[in-house]
C-alpha cells in the first residue's frame, strides 16, 4: 500500500507527530511532505493529513489539499495548544469534516497538545477569556507535548488506521 503523509506544521509539533507516523509506516512505499514546500499532491492509498489547530482550523493550506482529494482514504492528525479532551477533538473534527469530499473516506483523527509558543500565548490573550493564571496553566500542560505517551497513543492510531 502507497502511504503519504502531508503536514503543515509552524513550531515543530505537527512535524514531530508526522515523522512518527512516517516512520511507523510499513514498507517503503511512502512519502513525507510539507504542504507549503510540495510542488504537487503524491498519489497515495492511504493519505495521512496533519495540521497544527489555529483558530480553531486546520489553515488553508490543509484545506486546499482536502479539497484535491477525491475517492481517497484519510486519517487526520493534529497538534493543539489547548486540552486535547475528547470534546475538544470532537468539536475540531466537525470543523475540520467539512473540507473532505464526500467520496473520500476518513479512517480517525488524532489530537494531542503541542508546545505552546509565545504567538499562541497571545492569541489566547486575545481570543479568550482565560484568566492569567488560568493562562499560565494551560501554557504549562502544553509545554511537556507531544510527550512519550502521546507517541504510544499515535503508533497505536496509525495501527488502527492501517488495520
Ligand atoms: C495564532 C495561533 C492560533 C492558535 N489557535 C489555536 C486554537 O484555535 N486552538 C488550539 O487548541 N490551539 C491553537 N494554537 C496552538 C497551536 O495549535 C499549537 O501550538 C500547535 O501545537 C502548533 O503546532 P506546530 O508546532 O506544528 O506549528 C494556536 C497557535 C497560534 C500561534
Known sequence: MKYAVIYVSDT?????????????LPGNDKVIADARKMTELPEAELYFIGFPVKNRTCG???MNVLEEL?????A???????PANDKYKQYIENII????NDD???LGFYLCQGKASEKF???LEAETNYSSDELDRIVEMASEHPND???????GFVDSVIG
Do not use: H, M, Q
Not at 515543530?12 to 511507523?24: H, W, Y
Not at 477525491?70 to 484519510?74: H, K, L, T, V, Y
Not at 505517551?149 to 503508533?155: E, P
Open 149 to 155: 505517551d502521546d507517541i504510544d497513543k499515535l503508533y
Open 60 to 62: 488553508i493550506e490543509i
Open 121 to 123: 500565548r497571545e492569541w
Open 70 to 74: 477525491d475517492g481517497a482514504n484519510i
Open 104 to 106: 473520500c473516506r476518513c
Open 12 to 24: 515543530g509539533n505537527t512535524k514531530e507527530l508526522a515523522e512518527n507516523i512516517f516512520v511507523s
Open 76 to 82: 487526520l492528525f493534529a497538534s493543539c495548544g489547548l
Open 97 to 100: 469534516r467539512p473540507w473532505i
